[in-house]
């Protein structure tokens, strides 16, 4: 048994970490990441778990860890891989975006530095973190997926079976390795989504090669957050996910933690399916889902990390959620604990972050 209060814990929550330090922060993955981070290391905190970090000098730096300033123009895998070689690191708590392959090289930079990794196997994170290759793992394994097909192979989109729905519902086009709601748009009109296809692969042909284009179902988004072992999988708590379409343009606002209550039995039943499909979902990971009009649930993505609700699990949970991951990944063992109440969870990068008891 691990002896939590002896614990000392690498955290790295990418973006507030430094790993855009030569670059400009996106105000909204900067916000969520900030929000994940102080979240995570107060509940490591509460448990008695020294933690260590680092923060882009851009950002305050976190208040229950020894934190390092990274400045831009300096090499964060340099300062990163220094904090890792310390023989009092124990484990290493990683929240970083699919985008580019940065969680698998998070998840390498560890596993060269010999420390274990709280959180999903190489081999989940590579196959949830591109949206094509996750869709047909899950869609061989029964799992209703959102269909999708490469943006640059549109021209046969009319032997499509779903493109004749889209003709009334619309079109959505976002990166295969995409986070949150970054780069994801609408078109209800068929000749905007054509110019934007030719536009896009003359301006950004890299880009273009990796834009998924999916019909717009309309439903209820939503989400859930997972806890899984070897053997079992427990959802913790269903979402209502704050999404809102401005100008053709996709953006997350927040979510209604567990106010989902009344569809865990189908998130658990589809939480199962997916850790069947993909076993190396270990610890905490979350997924996008969609409950069509015939209530039945459309799974659109997978998250082998942390997700946005965890920021207000804390409160409503029975036990801490930090303590419930390291259990599930250092222990093999599982809590049966689930969100007794909810809240709505208010994101806007013109405001401070409110989280209000329902």
């Known amino acids: 048994m691990h002896n939590k209060s002896r614990l000392k814990i690498w955290v790295c929550e990418y973006v507030s970490a430094g790993g855009l330090a030569s670059e ?47 400045h831009p123009g300096e090499d964060a895998d340099a300062l990163w891989r220094q904090q890792l070689s310390s023989d009092d690191v124990d484990a290493c708590w990683v929240i970083a975006p699919e985008t580019g392959g940065i969680l698998q090289h998070m998840q390498q930079l560890v596993q060269t530095a010999g420390k274990v990794w709280i959180g999903c196997r190489a081999d989940a994170i590579a196959q949830t973190s591109a949206k094509s290759i996750m869709a047909e793992i899950c869609q061989q394994a029964g799992i209703t997926v959102l269909p999708h097909v490469f943006l640059a192979q549109a021209d046969a989109l009319e032997s499509l079976n779903w493109y004749y729905d889209a003709t009334t519902t619309g079109w959505v086009v976002k990166p295969d390795d995409g986070a949150g709601c970054e780069f994801t748009y609408y078109f209800k009109n068929i000749n905007e989504l054509i110019d934007f296809k030719l536009k896009i692969s003359i301006e950004n042909p890299l880009l273009f090669a990796k834009i998924l284009l999916q019909p717009y179902v309309p439903g209820l988004a939503l989400s859930m957050s ?5 053997e079992r999988v427990q959802v913790i708590a269903g979402h209502r996910q704050r ?31 997916i850790h069947g499909a993909i076993p190396g979902l270990l610890g905490y ?24 609700p965890y920021i207000a699990l804390s409160p409503l949970l029975t036990e801490n959620p930090a303590a419930m991951i390291l259990d599930a990944i250092l222990e093999n063992k599982l809590s049966t604990a689930q969100a007794q109440a909810s809240c709505t969870l208010s994101l806007s990068t013109k405001s401070r972050t409110e989280v209000l008891p329902a």
């Open 24 to 70: 400009t922060l996106p105000a909204s993955l900067l916000q969520e990441g900030l929000l994940m981070r102080d979240a995570l290391l107060a509940d490591l905190s509460v448990l008695g778990v020294d933690c260590i970090t680092s923060h882009d000098s851009r950002v305050a730096a976190p208040i229950h860890a020894n934190s390092l300033p990274l």
């Open 243 to 273: 999404i809102d379409i401005q100008q053709g343009c996709f953006h997350f606002d927040g979510a209604g933690v567990n106010e989902a209550v009344a569809y865990l039995p189908a998130m658990q039943t589809l939480a199962e399916q």
């Open 226 to 230: 997972v806890l899984s072992t070897q």
């Open 285 to 308: 990971w979350g997924a996008d889902m969609i409950l069509t009009p015939d209530d039945q649930l459309m799974l659109v993505e997978v998250n082998p990390r942390l997700t946005t």
